[in-house]
């Protein structure tokens, strides 16, 4: 991916009534994040098995009441005692966590350093538990260029409520039309948009460049992934 132009007028952030803020989901946007790439090798390959865990054991649904807020500890210990036979592999899931993080995504990290040195303030709002914040900040330095990281275990609440992008425009304290939302889910980009917030549905690192190319973001001359780094 190219190194980010500078934009040749000044910093976006002195453009009056434009885009000042920039916030970005993290799980599958600036990380790639699947308990897969834990419970391949617990399964020992089997991948019937291991799914069939992940969709009714260690569901979406239950790790979401972890996400806004639900204590590891009772979360675990409901699931072991309606799944016993699976005690082992659901203790995994808290105790093994970081073994879920392939590492980042470097297009998107790429794009996220470019609007750093744009001038854009860049911010956080990410579905996660309340625990282990500090891995992410060990584990990934460009966690330093976020003025505000909003996690929902904290709060009590998740995206896509609308109060979480409530408390999101109270912190940053901009209005939403100044901000812009990057996000993989759709119903969460959907919600950020009904908060009078712009939002770009996340596919991949070339359309959010795209994306952002067309609000002013980054300069005209930005070419792309298949452009070398400067």
């Known amino acids: 991916m190219t190194a980010m132009h500078k934009l040749s007028q000044n910093s976006v952030t002195d453009r009056a009534g434009g885009l000042t803020d920039v916030v970005f989901d993290l799980g599958h946007v600036l990380v790639d994040w699947d308990p897969r790439y834990l419970y391949?090798?617990?399964?020992g390959g089997d991948t019937q098995a291991m799914e069939a865990f992940l969709a009714k054991v260690c569901s979406p649904a239950w790790h979401h009441t972890v996400d806004r807020g639900r204590?590891?500890?009772?979360?675990?210990?409901?699931?072991?005692?309606?799944?016993?036979?699976?005690?082992?592999?659901?203790?995994?899931?808290?105790?093994?966590?970081p073994r879920m993080f392939a590492g980042d995504l470097p297009e998107s990290v790429q794009?996220?350093?470019?609007?750093?040195?744009?001038?854009l303030r860049l911010h956080a709002l990410s579905n996660y538990?309340?625990?282990?914040?500090?891995?992410?900040?060990?584990?990934?330095?460009?966690?330093?260029?976020?003025?505000?990281?909003?996690?929902?275990?904290?709060?009590?609440?998740a995206k896509p409520e609308s109060a979480i992008y409530a408390h999101l425009l109270d912190t940053i304290e901009r209005p939403a039309s100044r901000c812009l939302f990057i996000d993989d889910r759709e119903d969460n980009v959907i919600a950020a948009r009904a908060a009078g917030i712009d939002a770009v549905h996340f596919t991949?690192?070339?359309?959010?460049?795209?994306?952002?190319?067309?609000?002013?973001?980054?300069?005209?001359?930005y070419?792309?992934?298949?452009?070398p780094l400067l």
């Open 71 to 97: 204590p590891w500890e009772e979360a675990i210990a409901e699931r072991i005692a309606r799944f016993p036979e699976h005690a082992g592999h659901i203790r995994a899931y808290r105790e093994h966590w």
């Open 111 to 119: 794009l996220l350093h470019g609007l750093h040195a744009a001038g």
């Open 223 to 227: 070419q792309g992934s298949d452009s």
């Open 204 to 221: 991949a690192g070339a359309r959010l460049a795209a994306e952002l190319t067309a609000r002013g973001l980054l300069a005209d001359g």
């Open 40 to 43: 391949r090798e617990r399964f």
């Open 129 to 157: 538990p309340a625990e282990p914040v500090e891995f992410l900040y060990e584990r990934f330095g460009w966690m330093s260029l976020f003025e505000h990281v909003i996690i929902s275990g904290r709060l009590g609440i």
